[in-house]
């Protein structure tokens, strides 16, 4: 395990430099590219995915694990559903969440890296390259590092509660109005934009839940990261706990494959039912 944590911390803040570097550059020139789905990508999205791609290779190869696949949005999003049910290990990288956040000069943009063992959540790191915060989870054992104050500390985990004064007033984020025949007849449902972001609210207890249907590299590493601190991913139609990622819970066409299927909620057990019920469906 402390090998493996070494190296999670070693490519996640190459991977900041990288991004920080390139951004400099970028909001100078503006050089963008616009994917099928109309989502945008820059320099900096593909120079993080080749950096992660080959280091994780060397990294597999070194500990003898060949059994493994590498699936990242940028690289090798249109690899067939099956690898996922099929091998031993899988990474899941998200170069950049939130490249438009990024593009615009925000800070609300992260680098996701997960790894899954048989489809279960097994690693995952989250750096914020601008706020200078990595969260990371290993073998459901939660970090958190302050790297401005060079501070290594257990995070003070709080979830979100609620109470008479406060249950007509709590937060929900979603990177999208996830459908638009759902309401919410309480609360607020907010965005930042960024998946991995909304997750975060969620887990350090700023959020009573996040609500997404976005694609698979866009919440894994969330999903590793929620589970260490006892918060769940839930089908939000049915209700099901989603305890390990398969290929039936994604869409295979050629501009949506690896979206999920459904939209999935993030949130403590307890509260799920609350959510569902302020949450009005239109027949």
Known sequence: ?????????????????????????????????????????????????????????????????????YLDEELTSNSSLSIIDNSEYTWIIDPIDGTLNYACGLNTYAISISLFKKG?????????????????????????????????????????????????????????????????????????????????????????????RVCIWDNAAIFVLAKSVGIKFFNLETGKEIKKFKSKYFENSDIKRWFWKFETILIKKKNLSLVKNLIKRNK
């Open 1 to 69: 395990m402390k090998k493996l944590k070494r190296f999670l911390l070693k490519i996640a803040k190459e991977s900041q430099s990288l991004a920080l570097n390139y951004r400099e550059e970028f909001l100078l020139n503006k050089n963008v590219k616009t994917k099928k789905d109309d989502s945008i990508v820059t320099e900096a999205d593909i120079s993080i995915s080749k950096y992660l791609q080959s280091n994780i290779k060397a990294y597999m190869k070194k500990n003898k694990e060949e059994d493994y696949i």
């Open 120 to 212: 279960k959540p097994y690693a995952a790191i989250i750096m914020l390259p601008s706020r200078n915060e990595i969260y990371m989870s290993i073998k459901d054992k939660f970090y958190f590092y302050d790297l401005t104050f060079n501070r290594n500390r257990n995070f003070a985990y709080k979830h979100a509660k609620i109470t008479e004064q406060t249950k007509n007033n709590f937060y929900i984020f979603s990177s999208f109005f996830f459908t638009k025949n759902n309401k919410i007849d309480r609360g607020a449902l907010i965005t930042s934009r960024s998946s991995v972001i909304n997750g975060l609210t969620t887990i350090d207890g700023s959020s009573l839940a996040s609500i997404e």
